[in-house]
Structure formats: C-alpha cells, structure tokens
C-alpha cells in the first residue's frame, strides 16, 4: 500500500489525538479504501477529538477517476469524533477536489485546511492559524 496510516508521535500534539496519513508515490482507490477503514477504526478506539493531517507532499497526483466519490464516502461515513483535517501538499487538483467536497458536505467544511508545510499543519491544529 503507497498510503500510511499511524498516530502522529511528534512532539507537537498529544498521543492518540492526531492521524498522520502518508500518501507514496503512486496509490488506487483500494488503497485509500484500505487506508480511511484503518483511519477510522483507529479514532474510534479513543474518546479524543481525533484530527487528520494528510501529507501528499510525495504524492501529487491521485487516481483519475473516482475521486469525488470516494473522497465523499470518507467525509459522509466519518467517526463521530473527527476534528480538523489538514491536507499538506496538495496539488491544484486536490485544491479543486477539496472546494468541491466542501460544497458537498458543508456542515463539515469548516474543519477542512490547507498547509503547504507541516509547521503551518500543526499551527492549524494549535488554533493558531485558520486559513
């Protein structure tokens, strides 16, 4: 599988309180599926928020086709104790997928960032920085 899926263990954020998901070089949509039931049975297994920062930096692009619906699954199908989610790295078609997930799931999309590093990640998660 080209796609990670662990707890954040840097020093930046409590433990079990933030997934970090790794997206390596190329990767399908079983893969993603793979990885979103592992991320979201590992945020079920504790009574924290649980926020998501998810590094495409090396990965810029994803499957061809698919992407909204699969992307909509794990937004719709969410544990009910997700946080914020930030995506690091993401390319102009994630930027686009991401605008258009958002009209899609609106009660939601406050919790949906943007980070072009993972210092500018955890600001986010910190409250320090809403962008």
Known sequence: MSIRVAWDQSEHVPEKTVIYWTFDGSWDWNDFSDADKLAYDMA???????HSIIDFRASPKIPSTGAIGYFKRSITKAPPNRGK??????????????????SLAPKDSY?????????????????????
Do not use: F
């Open 44 to 50: 079920i297994s504790t009574a924290e928020t649980v």
């Open 85 to 102: 989610i930030v995506i690091v790295g993401a390319s102009l078609m994630i930027r686009a997928l991401e605008g258009i997930l958002r």
């Open 111 to 131: 919790k949906y960032r943007m980070a072009d590093n993972l210092d500018d990640a955890y600001r986010i998660l910190e409250g320090g920085q809403d962008q």
